[in-house]
């Protein structure tokens, strides 16, 4: 009789038959020492480890190669793991209490399972072709495939074969398949990952030739990959980010909106457009300073990095002064320093700059001018750049945008410290970011960096980086594209990748077009309107109607703050994205849901309009069984279903989860106004519900690393649904640093009939009842680490 774990080795080596392996591959002996996995072939040596039950890391060393141990992905630690290894039916077992790898002796074949589920297995695994190295592995058959960086060529990846060489895509619509982001993981639709640690340019197939392959190919540098896996996606996400790092939590003001365009010329510019946002009482948080804040000209200025005092006479004065209204300042940056800049001698005598073979800086033609590039991997390169920073962040400057970051030319000849450019140019804008982060931890360690980045490799995350998805055209393609852009990114634990809301390229004036992408940017990570400045990105230079639908929707984006920062501090506790794909709760694998409709953290559908003149919209409500709420008008929809909905210029479909909590507040005109005061919890009751919960995070939305200083309040709500009443308990936790808040809750219960008494702690306490919208609302007293328990008598 069979044990239960023969019965699953044979059931991995049985789905493994029909992989072609190549049979000139075997295994000649093995060693476990320590935990580790190490495997002799007649090719070369296996190494496997791992880093959690959930988490193996195998690496491949050919014969005549080293070892690369230096990964720039993984920052987990490998511990507190005890594999156990024996040899079974020629294969060797090795278990991790989650992750059973198969080593089959000869042919050698290497197979991943989780829990005893079949995932992946290597297929010809290791070969050589055309100077490329390989490393190649059987997929199923209906298995569907995400991942491999920003691209918009469809939400399920399997049959393309994509560049890992990350490049900017100017003006692309609603297609790229190369973009600023290529990032070497899969992820599959059986709930693993495959990330391939090794950050040097090559391809990622996910099956072209449709034979059931999937290749990593490199040009060179480590054969190592980690398998990832979880019951569930919010497994793989809180695996892969702690295996990979997880995003701090950026700056409260990060949330607001931001005026941005390609560019502000002059400081008079900067501040009337500034007070065109108070005078209208649009809220506002940050202005975007493009290239004119160094010089005159688009050419022959980039790396003066400092004020053009001619245009910006006293920068000084007008940081002070636009923090003093609530408004930061972010500057752009890049990495280029041209010939003709005020700064090139400095450059050159700092060897701060990437050279030739001679050791001359080397120099380059590009857009912008005759140029060199700053060197990230040399100590005088990172020294030189850092302090240019930490001279304007001591000015005043509060963020920092780094562009063409990719870089965005990038000689392979031209020679970096200790690498070419080859190596290391898909962890360039991955390393700048780094730099930021490292240096604000060194010299300013109680605050949080803002670092809006266009380029970056796997893990970028833990540096803070906000990445955008890149010069993408004005069109209606444009925003068609933005969803799976930033859901893919999110899965791949980027979760703050956004757009130009608007679109950035084309001077097309299309006021329905900039409406819809505001609407939908609600919806995503960081609501920043940018655009060429022939037509304005700005809602303040908008027709009347188009200001008016614009600033709806900012106001909206306020109103959600508190929801909004509760869902960035889930993702810099668990890696959650904040943008999540219905698959994530729902399996079935219809287009129509992948990304025409999305989740926004846990409570909120949404179905961007992207099309011109839409009056309907199709909307897929995942889940059977469950209920989804319209958010606007309370009309109930059931799950499962696809269902074709009304359009209306003054929104997008937006519905909330039944059982869902939604903490909302005041619109303020800037988030220096937010207190966090003054809550207004929405609850969607729904009888299917029975009990429910959700939260609130809060802190000062400066200080860094807040929660783990003890900085901090957390309210965590639930309900329970009785025959006969409803109950809503709120219960306050303060961090061992934070001084308890004294918030005030309104409390606003969606979708109940009038109660006959409201109870507040056992008494009896006014409220008021809505009989059309069916919203019941009960004002609860502001109080300190409050606890109460709220009883609707139905």
Request: hydrophobic share 40%.
């Amino acid at each position: 009789m069979k044990t239960k774990n023969t019965a699953a080795l044979a059931l991995i080596l049985a789905c493994q038959t029909a992989f072609a392996q190549n049979a000139a591959r075997h295994v000649q002996s093995w060693t476990e020492k320590d935990g580790v996995l190490d495997i002799v072939t007649n090719d070369g040596r296996y190494l496997i480890k791992p880093y959690s039950p959930a988490i193996v890391e195998t690496t491949f060393i050919p014969n005549g190669e080293r070892q690369e141990p230096v990964s720039h992905a993984v920052v987990l630690a490998p511990g507190g793991v005890h594999p156990t290894v024996r040899e079974v039916d020629g294969a060797i077992e090795y278990a991790t209490g989650g992750i059973t790898v198969t080593v089959q002796r000869q042919p050698l074949r290497i197979a991943y399972a989780y829990k005893g589920k079949p995932l992946v297995a290597e297929k010809l695994g290791y070969t050589r072709k055309d100077g490329m190295e390989a490393l190649e592995f059987a997929l199923d058959g209906d298995e569907a495939l995400y991942g491999a960086g920003a691209r918009a060529v469809g939400m399920n990846r399997r049959g393309h074969r994509f560049q890992l060489y990350n490049k900017a895509h100017y003006g692309y619509g609603n297609r790229s398949e190369l973009l600023n982001f290529t990032i070497p993981v899969a992820l599959s639709s059986k709930k693993y990952a495959l990330h391939f640690d090794n950050p040097q340019t090559g391809w990622l197939d996910f099956d072209s030739r449709r034979d059931g392959t999937l290749t990593y190919e490199t040009s060179g540098g480590r054969k190592t990959y980690q398998v990832v896996a979880g019951d569930a996606w919010a497994d793989i996400m809180a695996n892969y980010t702690s295996l990979t790092g997880r995003q701090p939590l950026p700056p409260r003001w990060a949330f607001g909106n931001f005026a941005s365009r390609f560019g502000y010329h002059t400081e008079a510019e900067v501040r009337d457009t500034v007070k065109r946002f108070q005078d209208d009482k649009i809220p506002l948080d940050a202005v975007v300073l493009d290239l004119y804040w160094f010089g005159k000209e688009v050419k022959g200025t980039m790396g003066n990095l400092a004020w053009d005092k001619q245009s910006f006479p006293n920068p000084e004065g007008m940081l002070r002064d636009l923090k003093q209204q609530g408004v930061n300042t972010v500057v752009i940056t890049e990495p280029f320093v041209v010939t003709t800049s005020q700064r090139w001698q400095e450059a050159v005598a700092a060897k701060a700059l990437a050279t030739k073979a001679d050791g001359a800086p080397y120099t380059y033609d590009f857009f912008f001018g005759n140029t060199g590039l700053i060197d990230l991997y040399s100590p005088a390169g990172r020294g030189w750049f850092w302090n240019i920073y930490k001279d304007l962040k001591r000015q005043g400057v509060a963020g920092w945008w780094g562009d063409l970051g990719e870089p965005e030319v990038h000689p392979a000849d031209l020679r970096h410290v200790g690498a070419s450019a080859d190596e290391v140019h898909n962890i360039y804008g991955h390393d700048w970011a780094r730099l930021i982060a490292e240096g604000y931890a060194r010299e300013f360690p109680d605050e949080r960096p803002f670092i809006l980045m266009r380029a970056g490799y796997s893990g970028s995350q833990r540096f803070g980086m906000i990445p955008w998805s890149g010069d993408v055209s004005r069109s209606w393609g444009g925003l068609q594209s933005q969803m799976e852009i930033a859901l893919q990114m999110g899965m791949q634990g980027l979760a703050y990748m956004h757009s130009d809301l608007g679109g950035f390229a084309g001077p097309v004036l299309d006021d329905e077009l900039y409406v819809r992408w505001l609407q939908y940017g609600v919806f995503q990570p960081v609501f920043r309107p940018h655009a060429q400045e022939e037509v304005p990105s700005e809602p303040v230079f908008r027709t009347p109607r188009t200001k008016q639908l614009a600033a709806d929707a900012i106001r909206l984006r306020y109103a959600l703050l508190p929801y909004h920062y509760t869902m960035a501090f889930e993702n810099s506790t668990t890696g959650m994205p904040l943008m999540r794909p219905v698959l994530f709760e729902d399996d079935q694998n219809d287009a129509n849901m992948l990304a025409a409709t999305y989740l926004w953290g846990d409570s909120f559908l949404v179905a961007p309009i992207t099309e011109a003149g839409a009056t309907r919209k199709e909307v897929y409500f995942p889940t059977k069984g469950s209920a989804w709420f319209d958010f606007h008008t309370g009309e109930r929809h059931k799950g499962g279903i696809l269902e074709t909905v009304p359009v209306t210029a003054e929104r997008i479909p937006v519905y909330v989860r039944a059982g869902a909590f939604v903490p909302m507040t005041p619109v303020v005109q800037s988030t220096r106004d937010y207190t966090g005061r003054a809550i207004n919890l929405h609850y969607w009751h729904d009888a299917g519900v029975t009990a429910s919960q959700g939260m609130l995070y809060d802190d000062d939305g400066a200080t860094a690393d807040a929660w783990r200083k003890g900085r901090y309040e957390i309210a965590r709500f639930t309900s329970a649904a009785h025959p006969a009443a409803l109950e809503i308990a709120i219960a306050t936790e303060t961090g061992s640093a934070m001084a308890p808040v004294v918030r005030a809750y309104t409390v606003h219960v969606h979708g109940v009939a009038k109660p006959k008494r409201v109870l507040l702690d056992g008494r009896a306490v006014p409220s008021s009842w809505d009989g059309k919208q069916r919203v019941l609302k009960v004002a609860l007293p502001g109080r300190a680490k409050l606890a109460a328990r709220l009883v609707m008598e139905l």
